[in-house]
Every structure is written in structure tokens, then in C-alpha cells.
């Protein structure tokens, strides 16, 4: 079975430019997360969808950053504008909400904003 | 005070040993406890999930669990260079929720 996609692997970009992130869960999961990954601050989660609604966003960082989940298949994080603070690896995950509510994370997104 | 602590590292040990590594959480209503294992460059994957306080033994993987003092350990025995990763813990807050706070991690180096 197909993990989580999410692409791009790789991005890097200008101060002040948006940035699209992409997601799709594993087929039959109900439950969608976005993560933050950085050194200082470990992994943070910032949203999560049960259903394709928005459960959470309380980790959201700020107004800059929005997250849609159209379909069950497809996900996106949006940061607008990019500022340097968000350089990050941006992990999706998925999980079914059964077996102790294990969690799938995809490759993740590495983000450079210069 | 973080809601979950774990220390950085790195913790090496030489194979063949039990590598332990420790996870303290401050809030006393946590209700599920995980350990994650991260390789440089990748995404975390589950190695194990605790409920209740006691021992949970899963291969070479032992958790451990203590409510009263807030705290979760990962023992791995037999360690293997394959094993040298860096370990999250992860604790969810409330039951039927999925607010799971990771610590840092820990990094762990097995010396061949």
C-alpha cells in the first residue's frame, strides 16, 4: 500500500513568497495532520482534520499559515508570506483512528526560505 | 517547564548492550504514550505505544510506563548499529483526541 505523498520533497524560496504544500493520506484514513519539524523546537503538530473538517488549529503559528482538506485524498499547507523563521521540515500524517490511534507520517516536505 | 522532556544526547553505547532512554511529561491527566524512532533525513515511525503503568515488551523493545512519577522509558536490548536513530516521545493528552506532544528526542548512537 502507497504511504503518505507529499510533495514537494524539497523547496526553496524567497522571503515573501507563498508556499503550497501538499498531502495525500493513505486511502481510508480519516484522520489528517500537519507537523512542524525544526531543532530548536522538535515536532509540533499544527492542525488536524477528522472527516476532511478541521479539528485543531491551535498550532497554527499565525495568520500566515491556512490549511484546506477539499477531499478525503488531498491536503494542502499554505504559508503566505514566507519568512525565514519558517525554514522547517513539514511533516503530513495519517492515521485510520483505530489501533491506538497510531499515526503515518509521510517523508515530509523540507522548506528553505532565504 | 516543557510538556515533554527527554535528554538530547547523544546517549552512545557499544552493541550488544541495553540502550535506555527516558521520557518525563508534566501533565498528570496523559492518557497514551508513544516512542517514535527518526533516522537522519526521515520521518518518524512508531515502534511502540503504552497505556497502563508496567512493562510492555515488543521484540528487543521493552516501554515502560510510571504514572505517578510522570514518567516513560524505551529499553532496547541487544542494541544494534542499525538502531542508531534518534527516539520521540510522544504523550497524548486527553483519550478519543489526537493532540499528541512529541518531545525533542533523544539521539542514540550504538558504537560497532
Given at each position: ?20 504544500l ?62 525565514p ?15 491506538g ?14 | 517547564?516543557?510538556?515533554?522532556e ?45 497505556y ?28 544494534q ?32
Amino acid at each position: 500500500d502507497a504511504g503518505v505523498i507529499q510533495s514537494p520533497r524539497h523547496e526553496v524560496t524567497e522571503m515573501g513568497q507563498e508556499v503550497t504544500l501538499r498531502c495525500k493520506p493513505i486511502s481510508g484514513h480519516d484522520y489528517l495532520f500537519w507537523y512542524r519539524q525544526t531543532m530548536m523546537r522538535g515536532l509540533e503538530l499544527l492542525i488536524y482534520f477528522n472527516n476532511n473538517v478541521p479539528i485543531d488549529d491551535s498550532g497554527m503559528p499565525e495568520d500566515r499559515f491556512s490549511a484546506k482538506m477539499p477531499n478525503a485524498s488531498f491536503s494542502t499547507l499554505k504559508i503566505q508570506p514566507s519568512e525565514p523563521r519558517d525554514s522547517a521540515v513539514y511533516f503530513c500524517a495519517s492515521s485510520p483512528g483505530y489501533s491506538g490511534n497510531t499515526i503515518y507520517f509521510g517523508e515530509g516536505s523540507w522548506l528553505t526560505v532565504v | 517547564q516543557k510538556e515533554v522532556e527527554q535528554n538530547s544526547g547523544p546517549l552512545s553505547v557499544p552493541e550488544g548492550a541495553i540502550a535506555s532512554l527516558n521520557c518525563t511529561y508534566s501533565d498528570r491527566g496523559s492518557q497514551s504514550f508513544f516512542w517514535y524512532r527518526q533516522y537522519s533525513g526521515k520521518s518518524p515511525e512508531l515502534i511502540m505505544s503504552i497505556y497502563s503503568n508496567g512493562d510492555k515488551e515488543d521484540g528487543r523493545f521493552t516501554a515502560q510506563l510510571n504514572k505517578a512519577s510522570q514518567y516513560v522509558s524505551l529499553l532496547i536490548r541487544d542494541s544494534q548499529p542499525s538502531d542508531s536513530a534518534t527516539y520521540l516521545c510522544a504523550v497524548n493528552r486527553a483519550s478519543g483526541t489526537y493532540k499528541y506532544i512529541f518531545g525533542t528526542g533523544t539521539r542514540l548512537k550504538v558504537l560497532a
